[in-house]
């Protein structure tokens, strides 16, 4: 029998920094062909984007698909199940296959998954990789933007919207063979080792916990654990199962009109960071949650990154733009009753 295809996956919350990781995972993949499964929804799929704009030969974009009806681990026999059939199928399989969960994915319903008939003899979990963002949990928030991590939970009309964000952070902590503290170089070096520490008592006995800035760690250090997570479920306990069973589904208010997103399209720019600037007084002044988007640059060929999360703005050129129209796109979210025209017209001026 052929050996099992293995598969990491990467959860965490919104912001942690998880597509950065897998963006430099990308770059550094030394000739191993890497297949990623991406979990996001929205009217723009952004991270699958950023991390089409890296990939080559080792990750092209045929390798990459993304799952976006809602979070990965309430669409696992529908969504995720038939695309990693789809994925084991093909002739070129990959050497090792890369799972992105949305911020509020549960990962243990999805490790479960891979003892499902259909793909248990063809692949397994390498390792469960949680990517916390270290200055924010050292603060006691889990989150940099605890809002906007409310916000894409409300977005899911799957998932449970009263659980407190610090089960979700238990359970993804329980879940963890690693657990990569991002954003050290944020933290001074006493915090950095008291959060480590802390970290490593609430975990499983042997979970590596790591620090990276700016997602950066080697690719062996990542992958090649060789866990076999899906053979312990009961040492990867869940805290609360945040997700509606179907016999009480008349009884869920999810309240989403609580929350809003919509796309701005505007021409290019001149001066990227006066434009990163204009963002972040734009986001302040609107109280605006989460913007993220590709940015055309006058004179400039490759397409300019945008992600913002709270007064926060990160923005880096990742790809040509090629042949695609050199528009500037970007996805707004925020609680309902946004002034979009404002919003649009300050984004545009």
């Known amino acids: 029998m052929a050996a099992k295809i ?23 993949a030394g000739g191993k062909r890497i297949a ?8 723009l799929g952004v991270d699958g984007d950023i991390l089409k704009g890296c990939g080559d030969e080792t990750c092209t974009e045929d390798d990459i698909m993304e799952l976006s009806n809602g979070c990965i681990c309430c669409t696992v026999a529908e969504d995720f199940i038939p695309t990693m059939q789809k994925l084991l199928e093909r002739d070129n399989k990959p050497d090792h296959i890369v799972i992105e969960t949305s911020g509020l994915a549960l990962p243990q319903p999805l490790v479960r998954a891979f003892n499902w008939p259909e793909i248990s003899t063809k692949v397994t979990v ?46 993804q902590i329980a879940c963890a ?10 933290l001074g070096e006493d915090h950095a080792d008291a959060l480590v520490a802390k970290l490593k008592g609430e975990a499983r006995g042997g979970v590596q916990v790591v620090r990276a800035s700016m997602g950066v760690l080697p690719i062996d250090v990542l992958l090649g ?20 069973d179907d016999e009480d589904d008349d009884h869920h208010h999810h309240d ?12 290019e720019i001149k001066d990227p960071k006066a434009f990163a600037r204009q963002i972040a007084e734009v986001i302040r002044a609107h109280d605006i949650l989460r913007l993220k988007g590709f940015v055309a640059v006058e004179g400039k060929p490759m397409r300019l990154t945008v992600q913002a999360v709270g007064p926060r703005v990160d923005h880096y050129f990742d790809q040509p733009f090629g042949t695609a129209p050199r528009d500037t796109r ?7 009753g946004l002034d979009r025209l404002s919003i649009e017209t300050a984004l545009s001026a």
């Open 225 to 244: 654990q060789g866990i076999g997570s899906e053979g312990d479920m009961d040492a990867r306990g869940e805290v609360h199962h945040h997700h509606h």
């Open 256 to 267: 989403h009109d609580e929350f809003e997103s919509f796309v701005v399209t505007r021409g």
């Open 6 to 28: 293995p598969a990491t996956v990467v959860t965490g919350f919104l912001g942690a920094g998880k597509t950065t990781l897998i963006r430099h995972m990308l770059a550094n």
């Open 36 to 43: 990623l499964i991406i979990n996001e929804f929205g009217d």
């Open 126 to 171: 390498d390792g469960v990789i949680t990517v916390v963002d270290g200055k924010a949990v050292d603060e006691g928030r889990f989150a940099h933007n605890v809002a906007a991590v409310d916000a894409q939970r409300k977005l899911d009309e799957n998932l449970d919207h009263e659980t407190p964000l610090s089960e979700l952070f238990e359970d």
């Open 177 to 186: 063979d690693m657990i990569v503290v991002n954003k050290a170089d944020l």
């Open 330 to 336: 970007l996805v707004v979210i925020g609680e309902a």
